[in-house]
């Protein structure tokens, strides 16, 4: 992740952007020293704990919150400012590890508890609070659910939960009573904390209509591409073998125990958002043991990859367990029923298939592959 | 944010006798699906024995290292912090529940609804609070609780799809017997027949089929108990003496006996046939 300085004729790009004045930064130095190990030691330590991340987050929560306001508006103008500040936080959060001590962020920019109203606050106390909780950028945006899972673990519960108490109170789903005319003070008073108390900022900010835009788009896409999909397995297996009842039940008791673990492992991924080549080596470690299990059981490849093929494909889970330990085996049966053949793409201006703006001829190659004999 | 977040009570995680349930996990060394839930009256139970923290962290430690095939103690090294931490505070009681009462009152309240679904949904959320209630060993004058649907109507033998579930509750909420928390996304219920002044009529010791107590008591089933595992069962003709598990036990036992009884028979068919 850098920063980067391009030109481009893209009329998109360039419609979307805005002229602004640059913003800079007064930068604070630090004393002149020759430092010490004790001050590499403490550069080292106040560099731990950067709020870097989090200003970075308020600010787009800001981008969020603004977009639910006119640009002639009192707290447009205010939350321009913050956003243009925020740079300067940012800066502050960098800076921190050289031991420049700097105003921090002011909390009541995104801390709801420092906006509360108080029964004692004065009248102008209580109306710069009100301005403040109205452009509060406490929440994430709703397309950050996608960058946190936690966040759309809590945003997925909070709509059942809620859509459960409204069905319970009303009799109504929400969006029926959302539609409704001549809603009771208990229904209006329903819905105004449904919005407040809502787990991510649902305004109508860029990122925000994008994310939607494209959820609109893929919605229900994988359900109607796989739905009674019935694939002929035989196309893959090697029908001239086959596996006794007491086998396949031992190995679908080993899937089960893998399917477990990879459950809690994928759970974990996500929770702890952890490093994709990481996550990559430790399946490929679970399934080099399930690999050596299963051959423990069976040592028959054909026999095992036809078993690996029931299990997976006549129920209704993932395929990637059969393709994980048996992708090889599945290759050669297919390889046999086509005489070793296979049928390729290759790039060639006379070709009759077109991808990518490139054209494609099809291509036929022989691959030598084992046969067993049985 | 503003985040509130009330934890669903369930009977299937309540283990109603703490101290045995904990004597046969450290004899048997037999461990839940879910780790924390054997854990839990473990450490309670040792430290009721008047072992301090780290000696109950350590024999934890111990009791996972033999016993649960997966354990990693780096892993597991805050998880058994925190449950160390949660269960040996002040305050802390090892669970027991006998029995719990349902009184006339209670009854003849949830008979009034005239409605026999109504009055299982009814009944089963009495005994999920009564129970809850025993646990916590907290008296309140307003009766909550916060359950999860699907278990509830499970429970009340009552086969609806999850909109239609919470429309029930609705119906339930108009009576009067029940009303919805105001605050947004609380699902918790409160409820309004409680009457523990009147003489109980109904005591539940045993768990498992709760809302065929009620029935029971109303008459409009005939309710016998299985001759395996004594839990009550609908005896829906007269030869009925088991639950539907234990039949299917019985069953595979009986099957087994005749095959090993006559498995050289089988045998020798099977050759012939070949």
Redesign the interface.
């Given at each position: 992740m850098g920063d980067t300085f391009f030109t481009t004729d893209n009329k998109v790009i360039l419609k979307g952007i805005k002229e602004l004045p640059a913003i800079v930064c007064i930068q604070k130095t630090a004393e002149k020293k020759v430092p010490t190990q004790a001050d590499f030691i403490e550069a080292n330590k106040n560099s731990f704990g950067d709020a870097i991340g989090s200003i970075t987050n308020r600010i787009t929560s800001m981008f969020e919150v603004i977009s639910a306001f006119d640009r002639d508006s009192r707290e447009y103008k205010e939350l321009m400012y913050r956003i243009c500040c925020g740079q300067n936080f940012q800066q502050n959060a960098i800076d921190k590890a050289k031991g420049i001590q700097s105003k921090p962020m002011p909390k009541e920019w995104y801390d709801?508890k420092t906006v509360v109203i108080k029964e004692d606050d004065i009248e102008e106390v209580k109306r710069e609070k009100e301005f403040n909780i109205n452009i509060l950028a406490?929440?994430k945006p709703y397309f950050m659910n996608y960058i946190y899972p936690e966040n759309m673990k809590?945003y997925n519960d909070?709509l059942t939960?809620?859509a459960?108490?409204c069905?319970?109170?009303?009799?109504q789903t929400i969006e029926e009573l959302i539609h409704k005319e001549n809603k009771t003070e208990?229904e209006e008073?329903?819905l105004k904390?449904?919005n407040?108390?809502m787990?991510c900022g649902t305004n109508p900010c860029i990122m925000n209509k994008i994310c939607w835009t494209v959820e609109d788009e893929l919605d229900g896409i994988m359900k109607k591409k796989f739905k009674d999909k019935e694939f002929d397995t035989r196309i893959i297996k090697d029908e001239s073998v086959t596996y006794k009842k007491a086998t396949y039940n031992k190995i679908s008791k080993l899937y089960n125990e893998y399917i477990d673990?990879t459950k809690w492992y994928m759970q974990l991924t996500k929770k702890k958002r952890l490093d994709k080549e990481e996550v990559r080596k430790q399946r490929q470690i679970l399934i080099e043991e399930f690999q050596q299990n299963a051959f423990n059981l069976c040592n028959n490849e054909s026999e095992l990859c036809n078993i690996f093929i029931d299990l997976c494909y006549n129920n209704n889970v993932s395929k990637q367990f059969c393709w994980d330990l048996c992708s090889e085996t599945i290759i050669n049966n297919l390889l046999q029923k086509n005489g070793g053949k296979i049928k390729y793409l290759e790039i060639d201006e006379e070709g009759n298939v077109e991808f990518g703006g490139y054209k494609f001829k099809e291509k036929e190659k022989m691959v030598i592959y084992e046969s067993e004999e049985h | 944010m503003r985040k509130q977040k009330i934890s669903k009570f369930t009977l299937k995680n309540v283990i109603f006798n703490e101290e045995e349930e904990a004597k046969t996990v450290l004899k048997t060394g037999k461990i839940n699906k879910k780790p924390s839930l054997t854990l839990r009256p473990v450490i309670k139970y040792l430290h009721s024995l008047g072992k301090n923290k780290e000696q109950i962290r350590q024999d934890v430690e111990e009791f996972m290292s033999e016993n649960f095939p997966e354990y990693i103690s780096s892993k597991w090294s805050d998880i058994l912090d925190g449950l160390v931490n949660t269960y040996t505070k002040d305050g802390v009681k090892m669970i027991k529940i006998d029995s719990i009462n349902i009184t006339e009152k209670e009854l003849e309240y949830i008979s009034s609804l005239n409605d026999i679904k109504l009055e299982k949904l009814a009944f089963v959320i009495l005994v999920y609070y009564k129970v809850k209630s025993q646990m916590s060993n907290k008296t309140s004058s307003e009766a909550w609780i916060n359950f999860n649907n699907s278990e509830i109507f499970r429970e009340a033998k009552i086969r609806l799809r999850i909109i239609d579930q919470s429309l029930m509750l609705h119906k339930l909420k108009n009576t009067g017997a029940i009303e919805i928390s105001k605050s947004v996304s609380n699902e918790s219920v409160k409820i309004n027949y409680i009457n523990e002044e009147s003489p109980s009529l109904i005591q539940i010791s045993d768990f498992r089929e709760i809302v065929l107590n009620y029935l029971r008591w109303k008459g409009v089933a005939r309710i016998g108990v299985c001759e395996h595992c004594a839990k009550l069962i609908e005896l829906k003709s007269n030869k009925t003496t088991y639950c539907n598990q234990c039949k299917k036990d019985t069953e595979k036992e009986r099957k087994l006996k005749c095959w090993n009884k006559n498995k050289e028979k089988y045998r020798k068919n099977e050759l012939l046939d070949e």
């Open positions: 709801y406490e929440k809590e909070y939960s809620t459960n108490q069905l319970i109170d009303f009799g208990r008073e329903f904390y449904y407040i108390k787990t673990r | -």
